[in-house]
């Protein structure tokens, strides 16, 4: 399981859509990422209101809404596959709920979802997250660019991370530093080959992060390698 389909995993956990097998790896990965708790904190509300059912369970209600219905005739439909796009499309789309976008679904008349919302539907949720945020610009080496948008939150500090200008393959980490010098690891992730905002692979990589040290404790964000080399230090 990769850190993209771990974080994107919130929705579809929520939802029950899960196999076993990625379902214990989720929960596995709910005890490193604050993030991604909070996340499922706000996605319980939503759980309930496509379907009327309140926490996830294991166990599907008797009579479920027509929007989770077709959820799992999809679900088995791509049961041969250990992740099907939908599923992970629909997870997408139950975090930009959770995120407080404006979505509506109904179905179509062959039985597929249509979403309609007010913000740019080709954005992720950190993207969309970035977008409508106040970025702080990032200093970088080597020709690496970026910038955080951040926010306090009862359990921390929640980070939107925007990088450019690196190329792979890296193993990186973004990283909160607090005042008192704690470092603390909000989130991982791998560089391919190809990089990220380079020639040849334009786009720029968006990712969540969190960490449990408050934001008016954290003096400064790093975005360093596995081999400790620091790409982009932004101040808090």
């Not at 599907?60 to 939908?86: C, E, I, N, W």
């Not at 509506?104 to 977008?131: I, N, S």
């Not at 970025?135 to 990088?163: F, M, Q």
């Not at 450019?164 to 470092?183: F, M, N, Q, T, Y």
């Amino acid at each position: 399981m990769t850190s993209r389909v771990e974080h994107t995993d919130v929705g579809a956990y929520a939802l029950g859509l899960l196999e076993e097998e990625d379902k214990e790896a989720f929960e596995a990965h709910l005890l490193f990422c604050a993030s991604c708790r909070s996340e499922l904190t706000d996605l319980a509300g939503v759980a309930h209101a496509l379907n009327g059912i309140g926490p996830v369970e294991d166990v599907a209600p008797p009579s479920p809404g027509p929007v989770v219905d077709m959820l799992q005739r999809r679900k088995a439909a791509h049961r041969r596959t250990r992740r099907g796009t939908f599923v992970i499309g629909m997870a997408a789309a139950v975090t930009l709920v959770a995120g407080g976008l404006t979505v509506g679904t109904q179905l179509t008349a062959d039985g597929a979802p249509q979403v309609a919302q007010g913000h740019d539907d080709h954005m992720g949720p950190a993207e969309q997250f970035y977008a409508d945020g106040k970025p702080i610009d990032g200093k970088g080496v080597d020709g690496v660019t970026g910038g955080l948008v951040v926010e306090s939150k009862g359990w921390g500090t929640h980070a939107a991370l925007k990088l450019a200008g690196v190329k792979g393959p890296l193993e990186c980490e973004l990283i909160s530093v607090g005042k008192s010098g704690e470092r603390r690891v909000m989130t991982g992730w791998s560089v391919p080959p190809a990089g990220y905002g380079v020639p040849g692979s334009p786009d720029p990589l968006y990712m969540h992060g969190g960490s449990a040290t408050p934001l008016k404790d954290i003096d400064h964000f790093e975005v360093v390698t596995s081999a400790g080399k620091k790409l982009l230090t932004i101040q808090a």
